[in-house]
T-cell receptor, first 114, second 111 residues
Framework: SAVISQKPSRDICQRGTSLTIQCQVDSQVTMMFWYRQQPGQSLTLIATANQGSEATYESGFVIDKFPISRPNLTFSTLTVSNMSPEDSSIYLC???????????FGPGTRLTVT | GIQVEQSPPDLILQEGANSTLRCNFSDSVNNLQWFHQNPWGQLINLFYIPSGTKQNGRLSATTVATERYSLLYISSSQTTDSGVYFCATNSLNNAGNMLTFGGGTRLMVKP
């Protein structure tokens, strides 16, 4: 399976600011995914990021709030913009595994907004 | 879209006990994954099991796709098994495959 790293691992941010989360994979992958996990909840897909095209967002998530970049096949960023306390969550990136149905996850970024 | 439900939502075990976690899904699926989320938030792949039975040490999983459920068995539980167990299955969105997660089973194993 791919080795996935995320930066930062955690952060405490002030309301109204923005944070960019980085996801790095040790091998080339076609699709990368960004998930949000609110406190005590399950994971929800924010968007799917393919290299060379705009990310595809799920219902309830918009590009202005969660802009995503995918400059190459091993890297992606997710920005959480104009943060509010409701954005306090763990943000995780994932990639497809050996089959397109398996996914492997990075260690997550734990965000607290005050 | 597909619905994924897990039971029980919470489970407390004494170390050494066995347990069965269940995952029901609302539609036919051709894949299913089980994950363990440790207390630090890391999601660890346990099984990719679209059908049949697999075993890995004290853990095993069975998926009966025709009846739309999967089971995760934990035998001789240890305190390090504590955390949240998620099942997830794929559905198609505009971008391709996406994972839909169940609500999770929060497990606490007491020494």
């Amino acid at each position: 399976s791919a080795v996935i790293s995320q930066k930062p691992s955690r952060d405490i941010c002030q309301r109204g600011t923005s944070l960019t989360i980085q996801c790095q994979v040790d091998s080339q992958v076609t699709m990368m995914f960004w998930y949000r996990q609110q406190p005590g909840q399950s994971l929800t897909l924010i968007a799917t990021a393919n290299q060379g095209s705009e990310a595809t967002y799920e219902s309830g998530f918009v590009i202005d709030k969660f802009p995503i970049s995918r400059p190459n096949l091993t890297f992606s960023t997710l920005t959480v913009s104009n943060m509010s306390p409701e954005d306090s969550s763990i943000y995780l990136c994932s990639v497809e595994g050996r089959t397109s149905y398996e996914q492997y996850f990075g260690p997550g970024t734990r965000l607290t907004v005050t | 879209g597909i619905q994924v439900e897990q039971s029980p939502p919470d489970l407390i075990l004494q170390e050494g006990a066995n347990s069965t976690l269940r995952c029901n899904f609302s539609d036919s699926v051709n894949n299913l994954q089980w994950f363990h989320q440790n207390p630090w938030g890391q999601l660890i792949n346990l099984f990719y099991i679209p059908s049949g039975t697999k075993q890995n040490g004290r853990l095993s999983a069975t998926t009966v796709a025709t009846e739309r459920y999967s089971l995760l068995y934990i035998s001789s539980s240890q305190t390090t098994d504590s955390g949240v167990y998620f099942c997830a299955t794929n559905s198609l969105n505009n971008a391709g495959n996406m994972l839909t997660f169940g609500g999770g089973t929060r497990l606490m194993v007491k020494p």
